[in-house]
């Protein structure tokens, strides 16, 4: 790991200044779903996205943990999607406890079309930055991230040694 000589004061000020970038970024992505004419929640949208990815079918259970939702809000949630017409729901084959969801073929082109317009409005926004600095953001982050799992790992192994020697 590359020490880049900093005092612990410039390290928080840097973490305050990326927290700060972070949460703009979130507001701005945000923002540029605000234009989208999009009557429902955030959250209808997000599942729309999880489903049109996954390709399939999917348990409630499994898309609310994907989400960090309760399952009981999950399951009000694809209710609603239900009487909108983006998501059908059918039984397990396995297990009659259980229930699997799917997008109609109006939920996929829901998600089609807005999928068309924030990809059309990340092109925009990207195509303002060079692609040598573009690429070289990434590489920054991905060298963060490496670096925190790396941390996180030898977090782990540091821990398991500690509670076997317990």
């Known amino acids: 790991m590359q020490d880049n000589g900093g005092s612990a004061d410039n390290l928080a000020q840097r973490l305050r200044k990326w927290t700060h970038v972070r949460h703009r970024f979130a507001k701005a ?5 605000a234009g989208l004419e999009w009557p429902h929640s955030k959250s209808t949208l997000e599942v729309l996205l999880y489903l049109y990815r ?3 079918e999917a348990e409630p259970s499994v898309i609310a943990d994907f989400m960090y939702m309760p399952r009981q809000t999950m399951t009000s949630l694809l209710d609603t999607m239900v009487k909108d017409g983006f998501v059908v ?3 397990h084959p396995t297990d009659r ?3 699997l969801v799917r ?3 109006g939920g996929r082109t829901t ?3 807005l999928l068309n317009s924030i990809r059309a409005g ?3 926004a990207v195509s303002r930055v060079a692609d040598e600095r573009f690429d070289e953001m990434i590489s920054v982050l991905d060298e963060v991230c490496s670096s925190m799992e790396g941390w ?5 192994k540091t821990a398991k040694k500690k509670n076997a020697a317990d």
């Open 152 to 156: 996180a790992e030898a977090r782990k």
């Open 111 to 113: 998600i089609r079309r």
């Open 89 to 91: 729901s059918n039984p």
């Open 103 to 105: 997008l109609t073929g």
């Open 97 to 99: 406890r259980r229930k």
């Open 29 to 33: 992505y945000r923002g540029m779903f």
């Open 122 to 124: 990340e092109r925009e």
């Open 54 to 56: 996954v390709k399939k």
